[in-house]
Structure formats: structure tokens, C-alpha cells
């Protein structure tokens, strides 16, 4: 069993959808949790980063931990065509960020 | 300023020669990393940097040489790679302790030929 795993998609949404990108992990000393965003042939940016359980909010994107289930989502609302690319999720283990596969969205309008 | 700077952008190189990539950081981070990116799937850590020190080498081969020789610049050094190491380099910084969520620069894409 991988460590974390991530449904790679692809996943195609009209403009407007609301998307749920989603990862569950198997290690539960993981406290810190990030998800990246990938346009292709581009470097990671980073999109959200949260601690624990819990919700955070940033504009259009919804980040929830549940540390728990061994879970965590990312919400977007309103979608854009602008948002098609890879989600990466990725937690931290000591210095090391251990990424889920990705799942590439796409969003036509 | 959340930004780390890579060069070059694109590389081709044959498996005789000798080339370096460069990362610059200048957000104060401590701990600097290299990845690497094949294509349609997540960068694989291959060395950490804390405090200019090599922390972690995740067995990679020597024909990667990383060097750390100031808090703001990273380099890798290549010699003698195999086509199977064509992929996308990406250069990585963060904090250390505390919120140390890790900054990309836009990657190195080498093709060895």
C-alpha cells in the first residue's frame, strides 16, 4: 500500500462545477498538509497548507483534514478553465513531502 | 516574494559532457532540496540541504553531484548521464521548524541524449 494515494483522473468538469480532488494516507504521525498545483511543464505552486484537522478557506478553494479517516479534500468552487492543471497532494514526513500520484483537472468552458 | 529561480529553463546535453543547474532562493529559507519530475508523475526527492549541509541523499546515483555553496543558491552538477535521466528538475526551498511548506521554482527540463 503507497503511503498516499490520489485518484489520478483525468477529471473533466463544466465551468461553474464545483470540484473535489481527494487523497487518503496511511501514516497518521502526518500533521502537515499541502496541496500543490502543477500546469504542465511548470513547477508546483503551492495552493493551501494546513495543520491537523479542520477546515481552511482561501478565495474559491477549500481545504479539509480528517485526520481521523486519514483523509483530506480539496474543494474548488466556481471552477475556471484557468484552474484545468494537475493537483498534487503532498503531507510532511520530518524534511521530506510525500506526494500523492496527482489528479489532472480539466475545465472546459 | 515567494520566488526560487532555476537556470537554465531547458537543457540537452549528450552522456560525455559536464553541465550544472542553479537554484536561487532569496526568502531567507534554510533548507533547499532537489527533485526530480518524470513526466505524469510527483517529483521524487533526491537531496535536502539544511543550513548548507546535506541532510538527505536519497541514494541517488554520483553522476548527481548537488552543491550548497551560500543559504541562497543550490547547484547540481551532472556528469555522464543516461538518457533515463531526462526529466524535469525542480528546485524546492522552505523554512526550517514551524510552517516549513516547501516554495518550487519552475524546474530545469534536461534531455539526455
Known amino acids: 500500500q503507497k503511503e498516499v494515494e490520489q485518484d489520478p483522473g483525468p477529471l473533466s468538469v463544466p465551468e461553474g462545477a464545483i470540484v473535489s480532488l481527494n487523497c487518503t494516507y496511511s501514516?497518521?504521525?502526518?500533521?502537515?498538509f499541502m496541496w500543490y498545483r502543477q500546469y504542465s511543464r511548470k513547477g508546483p505552486e503551492l495552493l493551501m497548507y494546513?495543520?491537523?484537522?479542520g477546515n481552511k478557506e482561501d478565495g474559491r478553494f477549500t481545504a479539509q483534514v480528517d485526520k481521523s479517516s486519514k483523509y483530506i479534500s480539496l474543494f474548488i468552487r466556481d471552477s475556471q478553465p484557468s484552474d484545468s492543471a494537475t493537483y498534487l497532494c503532498?503531507?510532511?514526513?520530518?524534511?521530506?513531502?510525500?506526494f500523492g500520484t496527482g489528479t489532472r483537472l480539466q475545465v472546459f468552458p | 516574494d515567494t520566488e526560487v529561480t532555476q537556470t537554465p529553463k531547458h537543457l540537452v546535453m549528450g552522456m560525455t559532457n559536464k553541465k550544472s543547474l542553479k537554484c536561487e532562493q532569496h526568502?531567507?529559507?534554510?533548507?533547499m532540496y532537489w527533485y526530480k519530475q518524470k513526466a505524469k508523475k510527483p517529483p521524487e526527492l533526491m537531496f535536502v540541504?539544511?543550513?548548507?549541509?546535506?541532510?538527505i541523499n536519497e541514494s541517488v546515483p554520483s553522476r548527481f553531484s548537488p552543491e550548497c555553496p551560500n543559504s541562497s543558491l543550490l547547484n547540481l552538477h551532472l556528469h555522464a548521464l543516461q538518457p533515463e535521466d531526462s526529466a524535469l528538475y525542480l528546485c524546492?526551498?522552505?523554512?526550517?521548524?514551524?510552517?516549513?511548506?516547501?516554495?518550487f521554482g519552475p524546474g530545469t527540463r534536461l534531455t539526455v541524449l
Open positions: 540541504y539544511s543550513y548548507e549541509k546535506l541532510s
Open positions: 526568502m531567507g529559507h534554510r533548507a
Open positions: 503532498a503531507m510532511r514526513d520530518t524534511d521530506k513531502l510525500i
Open positions: 494546513t495543520y491537523s484537522s
Open positions: 524546492a526551498s522552505s523554512q526550517r521548524g514551524g510552517r516549513n511548506e516547501q516554495f
Open positions: 501514516n497518521s504521525a502526518f500533521q502537515y
